[in-house]
């Protein structure tokens, strides 16, 4: 998606040699028109495969997988990274490692909200190790219902997670994948 890697390129800034920082549009203040383009994106790729709910995880999930799901006319599922009062009793859960915080974490679904009937679409802000995607998809499988693929706005393609879910036949959809980030120089494929 060249808009996106324009972005990127204009307003990204790299942390160090793994970590990529999109603040301005994605992370932290949010750029609705991008995001709008991305959920339109996300909708021509998965327009055909019955999606009934998106799953996402928070926080910066939520926006992605709103406009999407406002595109395709579904309900978005957020997993709930801490356990509140007004969680229901009845969840599914996984355990997720954070590549940003470094360390683990649970993630939370209510039963309510996923069926055997629901055919799933993952999106997802950035996949590096994958651990965070992995934790969907564990609680996709949970809960009975079918995985249709995973979207995901920025792939870092020298981390393994793409390779690894790919490799299990999983369907991963990237709008753009960074090859490599060296000296602050950032080379997409
Ligand atoms: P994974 O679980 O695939 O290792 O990492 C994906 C999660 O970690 C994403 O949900 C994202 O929030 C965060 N993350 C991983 N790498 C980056 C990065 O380079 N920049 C930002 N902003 N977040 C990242």
Redesign the pocket.
Known sequence: MELLKQRILEEGTVKNQ?????DSF??HQLDIELLNNIGLEFKKRFQNDNITKILT?ES??IAIACMTAFHMKVPVIFAKKSVSLNLDESCYESD?????KQKFYKIYVSKKYLSSEDNILIV???????????GLIDIVKKSGATLSGIGIV?E?GF?D?GRVLRSKGLRIESLVIIDSIENGNIVFR
């Open positions: 793994n970590v990529l920082k999109v994605l992370n995880i910066s999930g997720v490692y954070s590549f940003t997802d802000d950035f996949l590096a190790m994958g651990s965070a995607a992995s920025i870092k981390q997670g």
